[in-house]
């Protein structure tokens, strides 16, 4: 019993090393030495064969699409335009149209109206998703959609990042079939234990490298364009000049600035008067006092 909770946890340790260091073949050869070794080396074909089956499950045709992947390129392309536009929700809504026409869709939309004393004007942005081989004639539709005021275009290979999530996803069934195996074997609870925290680590960094390559194949496969629409801001109406007024006009503009002038003045005349009253009495019958008294002595 003790033999063989120790070949059990031998061969846990070869798996994992084994998995570090390439696919299950290299794997299998790469173990030498030791009884866990002869156990690796015996578990090796069975892995081999389902971990054959379980890439021919998920990818295809095996050896013809991991040879597909190899010679064809992943290329990320994205584009931007921004446009000068006559009127926002027609651009918007032909842009729309554009691309569900060519098997796209509107991945996002935004708007802003900005209001003026002198009027208002609209502008945002429309990021269209388009299938990668129609991303060419769809950037010279948007571009016809308005005057252009800048348009950029940019690619990204990420080739070699797919090839190396297929190749580690291929290693990681493999390891993980080769886990199953252990643990339908594996007798001891502490032998069970430690295959089964081990599988769960092996599944985990299986589905966040599917997550990975799924969100590369998607950008792929998805052209991004990002079109900002903008609508002309309306004019400042020119301030008119003095001198151009009319002569007559501009002398009965003057005398009504008379007849303000005057009405202003009632005002504050009406205004004040109180404030006169009150704060100026004190100081006219102090005066006349002052007055007699001197005029009595002399």
Do not use: K
């Amino acid at each position: 019993m003790v033999r063989r909770r120790r070949l059990v946890t031998a061969l846990l340790v070869a798996v994992v090393l084994l998995a570090g260091c390439g696919g299950a073949a290299g794997g299998a050869d790469a173990g030498g030495g030791g009884d866990a070794a002869s156990l690796a080396e015996s578990e090796a074909p069975d892995a081999q064969t389902r971990a054959a089956d379980a890439s021919g499950g998920d990818g295809g045709d095996g050896g013809g699409a991991a040879a597909t992947a190899a010679t064809s390129r992943s290329i990320i392309r994205t584009g931007t335009v921004e446009l000068r536009v006559d009127d926002f929700e027609s651009t918007r809504s032909n842009l729309t149209t554009l691309v569900e026409s060519r098997g796209g869709y509107v991945s996002e939309s935004a708007r802003q109206v900005h209001d003026r004393d002198d009027g208002s004007w609209t502008t945002g942005r429309v990021v269209l998703r388009v299938p990668a081989e129609n991303f060419s004639a769809t950037m010279t539709a948007v571009e016809d959609e308005g005057r252009v005021l800048e348009s950029r275009t940019s690619t990204q290979d990420v080739t070699d990042q797919v090839v190396d999530l297929q190749a580690r996803l291929e290693n990681l069934r493999a390891e993980r079939e080769r886990l199953r195996t252990l643990y339908q074997r594996a007798n001891d609870t502490e032998d069970v234990l430690a295959v089964e925290r081990r599988l769960s680590e092996v599944q985990t960094e299986i589905e966040r490298t599917e997550a990975r390559l799924q969100n590369l194949q998607r950008q792929v496969a998805y052209s991004t364009i990002t079109v900002e629409l903008s609508e002309p801001r309306p004019d400042r109406p020119a301030p008119d000049q003095w001198y151009d007024t009319p002569v007559v006009a501009a002398f009965l503009d003057s005398v009504g600035g008379v007849g303000v002038a005057l009405r202003a003045m009632v005002v504050a005349g009406a205004y004040v008067a109180p404030y006169l009253l009150v704060f100026l009495t004190p100081f006219v019958v102090a005066g006349g006092l002052l007055y007699r008294y001197r005029h009595r002595i002399l």
